[in-house]
């Protein structure tokens, strides 16, 4: 089993940034890339950004890049999403997942935190 635990989110203006964290434990060798996803009220729970654990290599959502950074640090086993220029349309809940392959969407992901509220006032 793999564990794990995002931070990081809060109540920010337009405009701002902030910077989540996902933290693994467990099995964290089993898997192979690791995945942010949102999910806003009312709506289904959509792929942010990817990145592939041993290379660095990372993927994002067409709507998300240039605004959001992935990135991990493999010695503390996290993961972190850098937001910048921040909208209201991106308040959601956002979840860190891993898999043993790589995926965007929900399917391809076989561990989930529990997720952080980010909200973006305008």
């Known amino acids: 089993q793999v564990q794990l635990v995002e931070s990081g989110g809060g109540l920010v203006q337009a405009g701002g940034s902030l910077r989540l964290s996902c933290a693994a434990s467990?099995?964290?060798?089993?898997?192979?890339?690791m995945g942010w996803f949102r999910q806003a009220p009312g709506k289904e729970r959509e792929f942010v950004a990817a990145?592939?654990?041993?290379?660095?290599?990372?993927f994002y959502a067409d709507s998300r890049k240039g605004r959001f950074t992935v990135s991990r640090d493999n010695d503390k086993n996290q993961m972190y999403l850098q937001m910048g220029s921040l909208k209201p349309e991106d308040t959601a809940v956002y979840y860190c997942?891993?898999?043993?392959?790589?995926?965007?969407?929900?399917?391809?992901?076989?561990?989930w935190g529990k997720g952080t509220q980010v909200t973006v006032s305008s």
């Open positions: 997942a891993a898999t043993a392959k790589v995926g965007v969407v929900t399917a391809d992901y076989d561990y």
């Open positions: 467990g099995r964290t060798f089993s898997y192979y890339s």
């Open positions: 990145i592939i654990w041993l290379g660095g290599s990372t």
